[in-house]
């Protein structure tokens, strides 16, 4: 059964009606810039073909009855007085309300069904998805109009303001501009953003440790925080940069001296992969897959060593993907600590891949972790 009919269906024998709309919005898979998001810097996400599902339908009032079909649980409140979250998974659409309301949006009341392919919290954008899918069924059935970025932001602000989980940008716009066959090369400052199309003959690849961590209780906070520290250091050397997107590997190691140790590894990371996100960039347009996949090895060693957010169970993954002949790079994507990997592989390595990856994590862990080929897919969409 594909997901359009199983949401389609458990829309149907909940509410007893037709849904009005169909909503599907991707999970994704971030090829390079890893935690640059936050520093105004450059990401290259994939959208992917796993994704968060809506059915709904709007009501006459301001009435919002929602039924997650993963988790078996139902959830009611009103447009008109939405509470502080309360750590349960309606907080993302009671989020997203909150957060369009506030933008001065007129929402419809409505019933709707959710059901998801994304890993939960598996570092491939779970909430995004799902916040992103909302926001947008809400656009479709009260019928205003929002670009793509702004929709985008709503969303942030919704995970930010509402969820208190304080993530950068990249999630929500690799959800809501997504494209198939392409990734996308994004100014997280500037919100400007271009399509690079992926080379025809690659697979994307997602290793999934099963460790998960929420974001909201990790180390997330404090490298958010080394970052601004170099920035409000680094600033009395280099007037008028804002954040470490304005600084250059050159500038950051002629002034290094007045950093400590720490606050300069993680903003060598930052500085470094902005720098790799571009030359990804590049390589991709010249269908350079290989270059893409070193680029991508060194983005890993350079989140393990110098930003320290990877795990032992990540770096297994990755590790052994390198060794794999056909595969040609590969790093965890996310926040870190738990999740996933993502690796490109020539199509007729896959199963060696699977084998040889499959393997090695069993050996370190004693259990298996999960494979899935992806397909890189579009953006939100309405599919009915
Ligand atoms: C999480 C956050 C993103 C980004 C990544 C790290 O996915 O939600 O905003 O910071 O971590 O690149």
New binding site residues.
Partial sequence: MTMQSKVTAAFQSRFRRQPEAVVRAPGRA?LL??????NDGY?LPVALDRAAWIAAAPTAGPDVHLHALDLNKSAAFSLERISPANGEWADYPCGVAWALQDAGLGLLGMEAVLTSSVPVGS?L?SS?AIEVAFAYTWQVLSGFELDRAKLALLCQRAENAYVG?N?????QMASALGAEGCARLLDCRTLESELVPLPRDVAIVVADTKVRRA?ASSE?NVRRAQCEEAVAILGEYLPGIRALRDVSSDDLERHKAHLSEIVYRRARHVVADNERVLQAAKALRAGDAATVGALMKACHISLRDDYEVSSPELDVLAEAAWEVEGCYGARLT???FGGCTVALVAPGALPDFETRVVAAYEAAFDRAPDIYACRSANGVERMV
Avoid: E, P, R
Wanted: hydrophobic share 30%.
């Fill in positions: 971030n810039g890893g935690h640059t998001d936050y990401v570092g954008s995004a989980v993530c950068g940008i990249l999630d974001l997330y996310g926040a870190g």
